[in-house]
């Protein structure tokens, strides 16, 4: 238990690109059907973690998005801090 613990915290500290490599990988690997029943299980439940790891990403980047600030025309003219100070 604690190994899977262990394995999926490791996903909060991986990239967009990394974790979406690898989801797209499990999902090949599930989809061609040919995984035994357990490990099925321990790959979905991981291709879980890395689903919610690359929303939380992909959310981040949209609120940074849309603190660009923009003049009355709409041109961008910078950006404000997510936080804002």
Known sequence: MAKEKENFSD???LPFEKAL???EQIVQRLEKG???LEESIKIYERGEALKKRC???LAEAEARVEKIT???KGKATGTEP????
């Open 34 to 36: 040919d995984v035994a």
């Open 21 to 23: 490599s690898e989801l």
């Open 11 to 13: 996903v909060t500290a």
């Open 70 to 72: 923009r003049d009355a």
């Open 82 to 85: 997510l936080d804002g100070k």
């Open 55 to 57: 929303d939380a990403l």
